[in-house]
């Protein structure tokens, strides 16, 4: 029996079975020599007090009190590598470690099989992926100390959450700048001095649309930068209604309501592993971001609690520093497109540590700003509507403990969440989504109207950094700020109030609701409140 052959002491590692998925087939195995790339998580040196995220700490005081002790990080290494793995980078601070290999050594490492996967319904050009069924294991040494193995199944994590409609169905539209004024941004502020972070799963930009878009606004094209995570790069297709428009909707509508910040748009694979890297490496990058925009998602019940957790885990690390994280709700009102009958949320807008941003449909007077009416975003099957709902697997965060958040994730009172009554509620904060009553933005040489949670993210991550710009101070955390004692049926300071309207299985309320959270925003009351 070769070394190769000689069974490895594995233990399993929790939290990584992953279920059949529908809607891909898996036809035979991999080539044994083809390279496999994954993202392996390290425990915390100590746990995150909730008292970080009061007092921002500097990306060193991170990594020397809760990163990757050096010697997990000696142990990963020295046990992988002597398995036949390379390591390839390794961030301490953000307690990951990047590792490659040959298909049957990551898959014996690992005990687990890789197949290729196609997509059931994308014909004789549907690209291939790698696929896994159930649990992982890890090696013995390392039981504990590494947390999750993220990326070995490479099918697309997440989705965009922007909706277009077609041109005779759009109602009115707005740009950005005009939304600066329905929405009260505090004037004297344009993100001068700020960096906002916007994470994309695939896509790109083109520098010509962006100055053609900018100039007809009469702004200065603001600093746009793209980086690479995981091979990911700056890619347009050319096709408007995929990727691409997602990536300039963000860029458009964060550059035009905060000109003057600097936008980094990290490009990584749309895997778990890719996912992750992007929000990590946005969230300690130097200068530290004062907003990351995210305006892909995936029903929270679709990740692997793995997954989930070490995600929640980059999101608190972004906390920690000072960063907020604004995160779209969703497009597919309160079923977020799971065929069960039953209300879910989206992930990473159901964590805790993320500002969950959901939508609504704005009738206003564009150059005065002034509101005929607004509603909850719901067009009907089909036709999108505001994600909003219960987590089924995240605690009930302190600050939300008296608005009213259902105590089920069926939104019922009587249980139906894994955490017994009192999931985390989404969304926090709303602006305008209804692709009807949308955005004007301009993709691949075409000026259109886009619409969805996709444009209320970049939205609130513009007015983060024009109110840290005006402060002085990061915002971090948001929420206790904004919720700041609110009870149930209580208007938060800062906020108006959306009472009408409904995405499914829950209806605006006064105060809080699991429609549009505290509401839509009043930049400069909301600067006055903090």
Known sequence: MTDAEEPLDLVPLPGSERPARPGFRAHGGLAPDVRVDATLVLRRRAELPESAFAHPLSRQEL??????APDDVQLVRSTLEGLGLTVDEVDAGARRIRVSGPVQTVARVFGTDLAQSTPEDDGQNAPTYRQRTGGLSIPAALDGVVTAVLGLDDRPQARTQFRYVPAAAVNTSYTPPQLGTVYSFPEGTDGSGQTIAIIELGGGYVQSDLDTYFAGLGIPTPSVTAVGVDGGSNAPDGNPNGADGEVMLDIEVAGALA???????????NTDAGFLDAVST????????????????QSED??????????????????A??????????????????GDGRPHVDFPASSPHALACGGTRLEADASTG???????WNNGTGGGATGGGVSAVFPLPSWQRGVGVPSGADGTDAGGSTNGPGGRGVPDVSAVADPQTGY???????DTVIGGTSAVAPLWAALVARLVQSTGKPLGLAQPALYDSVRSGQVAAGFRDITVGDNGAFAATAGWDACTGLGV???TTLLSAL
Request: glycine share 8%; charged share 20%; hydrophobic share 40%.
């Open 521 to 523: 925003p009043n930049g």
């Open 63 to 68: 990594a020397d009190r809760y990163g990757a």
């Open 440 to 446: 004007r933005i301009r993709v691949d040489g075409q």
């Open 282 to 297: 946005a969230a300690h990058a130097d200068p530290t971001p004062a907003a990351i925009s995210i305006s892909w998602g």
């Open 302 to 319: 679709q990740w692997t609690p793995q997954a989930r957790t070490a995600f929640d885990q980059a999101l608190q690390d972004a906390a």
């Open 321 to 338: 520093l000072g960063v907020t994280t604004t995160v779209a709700a969703g497009d597919d009102g309160s079923s977020d497109r799971v």
């Open 259 to 269: 000109p003057k910040a600097s936008i980094v748009v990290y490009f990584a694979p």
């Open 370 to 376: 002034a509101v005929r009416s607004e509603t909850v």
